[in-house]
């Protein structure tokens, strides 16, 4: 019964780690959910809920901003904003229609 034992472990060692490979292999890939923005693209200031005050709308995009002095930056390239929003997993919210 020993001698069984001995070829059966690695056999079972090797269908566990077979099995479990593309399981594993599916979680890593899977992209995050976005969520909503959260930090100024400029600073990386926090975006609390008593801050949305303080945004631009440029582009059809509403981009929140932690402070004043940042909406001179978001004014000059509005697509780089966008893109370190993106970058972080973040998403940008649509402008409200005048």
């Not at 780690?17 to 959910?33: E, G, M, N």
């Not at 001179?72 to 229609?97: C, H, L, N, W």
Request: hydrophobic share 40%; proline share 11%.
């Amino acid at each position: 019964m020993r001698h069984v034992n001995k070829h059966l472990i690695p056999i079972l060692v090797f269908i566990c780690l077979s099995l479990s490979w593309p399981l594993a292999a599916a979680q890593q890939t899977a992209p995050p959910a976005p969520k909503p923005q959260s930090t100024c693209p400029i600073m990386g200031g926090a975006i609390g809920p008593r801050d949305k005050a303080l945004h631009v709308d440029v582009a059809g995009k509403r981009i929140y901003i932690c402070c004043a002095a940042c909406e001179a930056a978001v004014r000059a390239d509005p697509e780089a904003a966008i893109k370190k929003i993106s970058e972080r997993g973040e998403t940008v919210e649509e402008a409200p229609k005048p």
